[in-house]
């Protein structure tokens, strides 16, 4: 059984930057996904079992990276020049692949941690 546990969050201003840690068991390889007030969640990043693949939604793409260490079970998202749209609820899962977890929806995992929250003011 993985157990999820999302940290990080936080309130910053425009520009700033904040690092997301997930707390997880399990050798597979995982992605970031986010959900706004009143929005579905959504795809941000994903990574490989060994780290040597990641991939990004466009409108992260050279701000976010996503990384990875195995002997301490944690995937982190390192989150540059943010913006207001930025702000929602994190959340991390685990996937088969990375390219399979960009196309995953939000039931298609088999179970959420608790999210942290980003907050990104102007």
């Known amino acids: 059984q993985v157990q999820l546990v999302e940290s990080g969050g936080g309130l910053v201003q425009a520009g700033g930057s904040l690092r997301l840690s997930c707390a997880a068991s399990?050798?597979?390889?995982m992605g970031w996904f986010r959900q706004a007030p009143g929005k579905e969640r959504e795809f941000v990043a994903a990574?490989?079992?060994?780290?040597?693949?990641?991939i990004y939604e466009d409108s992260v793409k050279d701000r976010f990276t996503i990384s990875r260490d195995n002997a301490k079970n944690t995937v982190y998202l390192q989150m540059n020049s943010l913006k207001p749209e930025d702000t929602a609820i994190y959340y991390c899962?685990?996937?088969?692949?990375?390219?399979?977890?960009?196309?995953?929806?939000?039931?298609?995992?088999?179970?959420w941690g608790q999210g942290t929250q980003v907050t990104v003011s102007s």
């Open positions: 899962n685990a996937g088969p692949t990375t390219y399979t977890i960009r196309t995953m929806k939000s039931t298609d995992f088999g179970s």
């Open positions: 399990g050798r597979t390889a």
């Open positions: 990574i490989s079992v060994s780290g040597a693949t990641t």
